[in-house]
DNA sequence: GGGACCATGTAAATAGTTACATGATTAA
DNA sequence: TTAATCATGTAACTATTTACATGGTCCC
């Protein structure tokens, strides 16, 4: 399966100029339902694309002690819509926590039950930062005329993520009642 | 994050005794809406779980020609117990289309609409095979009386690819109108 | 006799995480 | 002044996939 991490890197870039930093913590909080990178896989695949020249450096005279901004040139642009058109491959899905319920026979309940909840109370998180996204999203303005496209995700993570609490609920609530 | 290829190995075996080949079609049946693994994770892991004495070779006279089986030890299960008591780590969740949905302003209509009915058939099919092993799994016997288990993870499984599917729909549903 | 699938395995490559080093800035 | 957060980066490690080799069996 290829790295996906130039096609992140160049599509969040296509939005504005950000740092290598700005571009970990917008994956963190933004695609963290679906899509996660590493400063590991970042900064050099950064490196990369400035020696390819699909990205360049963004000359900013104020803030520049500070952060090293990117830009993605014309030839990243061209790199990004290949990509777009490419077919999506194998995704990847793997939780824990149905390895454990599989197999809870090897459990006890309270254990069980404990990592429901866990799973419950992060996945109760993740709905609120998405809807909060949402929320704020609506109500900001749509330079780039992508607000749709980044709801339509929302819309994804919202149901996936109620129907996580919905299953959470329902597996704490058959605990409850069997004891 | 540490590989749980060694756990899945030894909680299928906790089952019943079976060859490699028989744990990479169970987990690609089974398990394929949660967890994957690949021959070349299994078939190392098994070699170093029998150099460690958790699985040892079953001695099945006939049928003995064509595949090695393998049964946990005492020791094995040991290992599985004091994982199943160890915190669960941080889930993998990689969904390229949303990448692909977020950044869809560069890609035309008609290939958007192309990736979400190719998406929404993967998991129509998913459910089907879920649902499928979920009749199966109320039709026959309970020797482990862990089918209540697998019902939980089988619930799961239902709840997710059906909100997938309803994502799915509401996506085609708003690019025909558009057009 | 040929294609599909059963069956086992490994080497090499790639992907991805983790732990660490370094130092600036901010806010309490 | 000290803790948190901003910020960049890399080396080492670990996880995982992929491609390949090999040969058996089943059924048409």
Known sequence: MKSKTKYVILGLLSECPMSGYDLKR????????????????????I???????????????????RKQLY???DKGLKSL????DMPIEKETVRLE?????YFANFMDDNMLFNYIQIFRKQHKEELDIIKG?????????????NHQNILNVIDFGI???????????NMLHKLEVKQ
């Open 71 to 73: 830009r993605i040139t």
């Open 26 to 45: 917008i994956i963190d909080m933004r695609f963290r339902f679906f899509w996660s990178e590493s400063y590991g896989q970042i900064y050099p695949q």
């Open 159 to 169: 149901r996936t993520n109620q129907a996580y609490l919905d299953w959470s609920n």
């Open 47 to 65: 490196k990369k694309m400035l020696e390819s020249k699909e990205i360049e450096k963004e000359s900013t005279p104020k803030d520049s002690r």
């Open 133 to 145: 996204f949402q929320k704020e999203l609506q109500s900001i303005p749509n330079p780039h005329n």
């Open 81 to 84: 819509l290949l990509w777009m």
């Open 97 to 101: 926590i149905l390895l454990k319920v």
